[in-house]
C-alpha cells in the first residue's frame, strides 16, 4: 500500500509526518531515520533505521588491507554487544590500508568507549579508531 501528502517545510526546513504514514511506518517519537537523497532524481526516502532507546555510533576504523582483518574488528564489537546496523568499507592502500565507517548501537555494550577503545587497539590489525555520537 502507499500512502502519500503534500507537507510544506518550515522556517527551518523541517516537514511534519503525517499520523497516518508514521502509524503506516511504525514510526515512534525519538526513533531514528534515515534520509537517502537521490541528488540526480531529486528525490528523498525516510527509511526507519533505529529505535528511540538506541544509543547510535558511527565508528571509523583504519584497518590493515589483509584478509580478515575488517572481521576482526566487528567480532570485537560484536564480543562486548555492539549492535552494527550499517557499515561500508574501501581499500586506500592496496594490500596497506583499508577504512570502515560503520554505525552500531552501544546501548547493550559491555564497556564504556575507552574500554572499547582499549580492546580495539590491541588488536594488531587496527591502526586508528574514531568514534562520533550520533544524536
Known amino acids: 500500500m502507499r500512502l502519500s501528502k503534500i507537507v510544506r517545510l518550515d522556517s527551518k526546513g523541517r516537514i511534519l509526518i503525517p499520523s497516518n504514514i508514521r502509524a503506516g511506518l511504525g514510526l ?4 531514528y531515520l ?3 537523497a537521490n541528488l540526480d532524481e531529486r528525490k528523498a526516502q525516510l527509511i526507519p533505521f533505529a ?4 544509543k547510535l555510533v558511527n565508528f571509523k576504523i583504519t584497518i590493515s588491507d589483509s584478509p580478515g582483518a575488517l572481521a576482526k574488528a566487528a567480532s570485537i564489537l560484536a564480543k562486548y554487544g555492539v549492535d552494527l546496523l550499517s557499515s561500508e568499507s574501501r581499500t586506500l592502500q592496496r ?3 583499508a577504512e570502515w565507517n560503520a ?4 546501548s547493550k555494550c559491555k564497556l564504556n568507549f575507552n574500554e572499547l577503545k582499549g580492546v580495539l587497539e590491541r ?3 587496527i591502526k586508528k579508531i574514531q ?3 550520533l544524536s
Open 28 to 31: 515512534s517519537k525519538g526513533m
Open 34 to 36: 534515515m534520509i537517502y
Open 51 to 54: 529505535d528511540p532507546k538506541a
Open 95 to 97: 594490500g596497506k590500508i
Open 103 to 106: 554505525i552500531g548501537d552501544i
Open 123 to 125: 588488536e594488531a590489525e
Open 131 to 133: 568514534f562520533k555520537k
